[in-house]
T-cell receptor, first 114, second 115 residues
Framework: GDSVTQMEGPVTLSEEAFLTINCTYTATGYPSLFWYVQYPGEGLQLLLKATKADDKGSNKGFEATYRKETTSFHLEKGSVQVSDSAVYFCALRVPGGGADGLTFGKGTHLIIQP | NAGVTQTPKFRVLKTGQSMTLLCAQDMNHEYMYWYRQDPGMGLRLIHYSVGEGTTAKGEVPDGYNVSRLKKQNFLLGLESAAPSQTSVYFC??????????????FGQGTRLTVV
């Protein structure tokens, strides 16, 4: 079956540090890939997405590139802020593979210290 | 722009009690989902629906029932609550599963505690 593996946290960084959160996947078809973010006390929000190999999703200074050869979709940001503290979920969805929604990783708790 | 709205936001139940969680979306989405979120487990799919009048089981359906009588509403029921059902529940909706349009929109969550 489909699965997503991401580094588990918490990941603690200082403000303005470089961020990488690793995500790898296995999928039965050709998936679309997503990063969702969950701020404290809130639901999940889509951060960025990519639908085919070599696509780069970007939003709010975050980037992730769809690497089919390494089945990866690592999240990066050049300079993190305290406001980026949240839980980040990598997810995939296989189009036409049924309506059973997204497959999520377990989430990475990111803590940014001033 | 309400998006996906869940009610209630918090609830405490005694073991054996029943309750219904309501999810409403105003985006005319065909697909709706119920997930539960537990520490160290990520989000796990309970049930989902591909359209009005249809439902299907997800990864962890036991102890839950759902109904989709109207396209905009998706109800999650617990007939006899157990402490193992203490969790945060999220509803989500999306358009049909087409690449590039497969973004899911989430509600704010319902924190349920069963004592």
């Amino acid at each position: 079956g489909d699965s997503v593996t991401q580094m588990e946290g918490p990941v603690t960084l200082s403000e303005e540090a470089f961020l990488t959160i690793n995500c790898t996947y296995t999928a039965t078809g050709y998936p679309s890939l997503f990063w969702y973010v969950q701020y404290p006390g809130e639901g999940l929000q889509l951060l960025l997405k990519a639908t085919k190999a070599d696509d780069k999703g970007s939003n709010k200074g975050f980037e992730a590139t769809y690497r089919k050869e390494t089945t990866s979709f690592h999240l990066e940001k050049g300079s993190v802020q305290v406001s980026d503290s949240a839980v980040y979920f990598c997810a995939l969805r296989v189009p036409g593979g049924g309506a059973d929604g997204l497959t999520f990783g377990k989430g990475t708790h990111l803590i940014i210290q001033p | 722009n309400a998006g996906v709205t869940q009610t209630p936001k918090f609830r405490v139940l005694k073991t054996g009690q029943s309750m219904t969680l309501l999810c409403a979306q105003d985006m005319n989405h065909e697909y709706m989902y119920w997930y539960r979120q537990d520490p160290g487990m990520g989000l796990r799919l309970i049930h989902y629906s591909v359209g009005e009048g249809t439902t299907a089981k997800g990864e962890v359906p036991d102890g839950y029932n759902v109904s989709r009588l109207k396209k905009q509403n998706f109800l999650l029921g617990l007939e006899s609550a157990a402490p193992s059902q203490t969790s945060v529940y999220f509803c989500a909706s999306s358009l049909k599963g087409v690449a590039g349009l497969a973004e899911a929109f989430f509600g704010q969550g319902t924190r349920l505690t069963v004592v």
